[in-house]
């Protein structure tokens, strides 16, 4: 009993300890790649942001409107608006894994 007490701690231990870490790496790739157009908070009110029209992550219409698979797509094949590039595409430096848990880290920002 008692060892199967400890297994269930632990396991819910490792869960607990990579979720963290998914979320930091997250927030490192947010930082690292996303923060410059769409700012710390998420609203895109950075300069880049303005000139390419990155939208407010904070603003619950625009989460409802964002399905997670368009985002995905975006973040892994950028984005372009009458031939002009508005989003790089991260696909080649991005994991599907990490894709998604940007997608997730974004989710967060709505108010």
């Not at 396991?11 to 947010?30: D, I, M, T």
């Not at 009110?45 to 368009?70: L, S």
Request: proline share 2%; aromatic share 6%.
């Amino acid at each position: 009993m008692k060892l199967k007490t400890l297994l269930a701690t632990a396991g819910v231990f490792v869960a607990l300890s990579l979720g963290n870490a998914f979320a930091a790496e997250a927030q490192q790739n947010y930082e690292k790649h996303c923060m410059k157009c769409h700012g710390k908070d998420g609203k895109g009110a950075t300069k880049m942001g303005r000139q390419n029209g990155a939208k407010d992550y904070t603003d619950p219409k625009v989460q409802a409107e964002m399905k997670d698979e368009d985002a995905i797509k975006a973040i892994r094949s950028g984005m372009k608006e009458n031939g002009k590039e508005k989003m790089k595409p991260y696909g080649g430096e991005l994991s599907d894994e990490e894709i998604r848990a940007l997608v997730a880290y974004m989710r967060a920002f709505k108010k």
